[in-house]
């Protein structure tokens, strides 16, 4: 599972550059139209969104699956040994539900009604059933690193970008 994890966390990585990069290039091409040409592009905005949209929820995945995302951790950090594990394993079990019940089944359904009823963006003419697949991919991607969390608990193994605590004992 260590090997799957590490390859989804770098090609999550690159995407996100390249979102960002694609992001930049973009809001830069508005600038340049829209001050230095007088003749503002018709889609950067829209695009410049709809990026944003994609960068937020999949960042926002890479973000949990690197344990760097905002977190209260007064409870687990009072915890020591199996106490803390458990709790650990609460926690992320309450991330994966809300994750699947929320952002891949309701991001499912979202994605099926502007499909269904033919919705498309206004400058670009994309379905935005395209844009709204972010939310659905994000959801999967956090009940992953959460059921990844989950083993790497159960293994008493330190998760990625987090050193050993002294009172991780048994």
């Not at 950090?77 to 650990?88: A, C, I, M, P």
Request: with cysteine; aromatic share 10%.
């Amino acid at each position: 599972m260590n090997k799957l994890r590490h390859a989804i966390d770098r090609a999550l990585g690159w995407l996100l550059v390249v979102l960002m990069g694609a992001a930049v290039m973009n809001v830069l091409w508005q600038v340049v139209t829209r001050w230095g040409l007088k003749d503002p592009s018709s889609y950067t905005e829209e695009l410049a969104r709809y990026l944003l949209i994609w960068i937020g929820l999949l960042g926002a995945a890479y973000g949990v699956g690197q344990k760097l995302h905002l977190a209260i951790d007064i409870l687990p950090t009072s915890l020591s040994g199996r106490k803390q594990r458990v709790l650990n394993i609460v926690i992320q079990l309450a991330v994966a539900a809300f994750s699947f019940a929320v952002m891949v089944v309701g991001g499912m359904r979202l994605v099926w009604l502007t499909l269904r009823f033919d919705q498309f963006s206004a400058a670009l003419g994309i379905p935005l059933g395209y844009v709204y697949s972010a939310l659905p991919l994000s959801g999967v991607l956090i009940v992953f690193y959460a059921v990844c969390m989950i083993a790497d608990e159960r293994a008493g193994a330190t998760p990625p970008g987090h050193a050993a605590q002294p009172n991780d004992g048994a």
